[in-house]
């Protein structure tokens, strides 16, 4: 939008030095040239009103060039292509930008443009602070001395209401909660002769590990809250369990769930960014497995993923993780530059065929 503002003032500008040049050069010219050239234009606009041609919508420039012309001839005799009261409305219009821009405000300057995105990115950053906490901590910390109404003018709509109703965002609190997090999630796998497969999920967030999975053609409550069962056994840590608004999750699954000591948080609807951390975790065993696989039926998938959970929990490393492994069997060896350790050597491991492979050191045979 302001990139279109400002091709049309460009347009409008040179629109009125044109026409400001081609006025000057009328000036040095005879008076007999330009009566016969008048003469000229006037034959022919009869002839376009004659003809009831419709005339193109004048422009900025036309309309600014007109109105300045207005002031030198009896423009109520010689004009043709408008109305003697659209001009009329043109010349209030431009007194009134006119008067618009010498009326304009005069206060305090505007805060450089860095201490203006400064407030907005720590106002987004931290949902909790009104303006006062941030003018102080540009205060205290930075040596900015800003009011609180400043402050206020310059944050982003919507980062701190004046009701003080103000909270964390999901991220946050995900982050915060995570080591107690459990999320779960459906995804669908199709095979080899068109059949559709349901595979469930339920992820560890704090460490990434897939606690559980299970595969079915026909997913109901009753199998859904079983495969709950099957996963906490009331030793566990967790207290919170993230699932969206599916139908599969009915009131009797939550329950159940509720009835395990695990809190339900619900993401928002048609807000898969919420579960982002499952939603991740599905992508890649899309991208590195499935992707490159066609199962041929529920038995054959089922030995997929045997496969590939093993390897993305423990031998897979996950970047979020430091990078890291969610399950390590091995404990990672110490950095040693750009070589192997003496009396170690690489061994591999194939998964799913040579479609990826894992490396660790082992202890070399004298």
């Known amino acids: 939008m302001a990139q279109s503002r400002v091709r049309i003032a460009a347009q409008t500008i040179v629109g009125l030095f044109g026409d400001l040049a081609r006025f000057l050069s009328a000036t040095v010219r005879s008076h007999a040239q330009l009566s016969a050239e008048n003469l000229f234009l006037r034959k022919q606009l009869a002839l376009y009103v004659e003809r009831q041609v419709k005339p193109r919508r004048a422009d900025d420039a036309t309309r600014i060039a007109l109105v300045a012309l207005s002031w030198l001839i009896d423009w109520r005799r010689v004009l043709t292509i408008v109305k003697p009261a659209t001009l009329i409305r043109w010349h209030r219009k431009g007194f009134r930008l006119f008067w618009r821009w010498k009326s304009r405000p005069r206060g305090r300057p505007r805060l450089p443009a860095g201490v203006r995105q400064l407030i907005a990115e720590m106002a987004a950053a931290n949902r909790t602070w009104g303006e006062e ?4 901590e540009l ?4 040596g900015i001395r800003v009011s609180p109404r400043t402050v206020r003018r310059y944050m982003p709509t919507g980062c701190a209401p004046r009701d ?5 965002s999901w991220s946050t609190f995900v982050r915060n909660h995570a080591s107690v997090v459990l999320a779960c999630d459906f995804f669908v796998v199709i095979t080899a002769t068109f059949r559709v497969l349901y595979v469930f999920m339920v992820l560890e967030v704090g460490t990434r590990r897939i606690r559980h999975w299970n595969v079915t053609d026909h997913p109901t409550g009753e199998w859904t809250a079983q495969q709950f069962r099957m996963v906490m056994s009331g030793d566990e840590p967790h ?3 993230i699932h969206d608004h599916d139908s599969i999750y009915s009131a009797k699954v939550d329950r159940t769930i509720a009835a395990m000591g695990l809190a339900i948080l619900k993401t928002p609807v048609r807000s ?3 579960n982002a951390f499952c939603e991740r975790a599905i992508g890649t065993i899309r991208r590195e497995c499935l992707d490159w696989m066609i199962p041929f039926h529920a038995d054959h998938l089922r030995c997929v993923l045997q496969h590939w959970v ?3 929990n423990r031998g897979r ?3 979020s ?3 890291g492994i969610p399950d390590p069997a091995d404990p990672s060896p110490v950095p040693s530059g750009h070589r192997i350790c003496e009396g170690n050597r690489v061994a591999v491991r194939s998964i799913l065929g040579g479609l990826h492979h894992e490396y660790r050191l082992e202890r070399r045979v004298a």
Not at 133 to 136: D, W
């Open 133 to 136: 906490r941030i003018a102080s």
């Open 139 to 142: 205060l205290v910390k930075l």
């Open 164 to 168: 003080r109703t103000r909270s964390q």
């Open 239 to 241: 207290r919170f369990l």
């Open 272 to 274: 898969p960014q919420a």
């Open 310 to 312: 093993a390897h993305y």
């Open 317 to 319: 490393p996950h970047t």
């Open 321 to 323: 993780l430091g990078p």
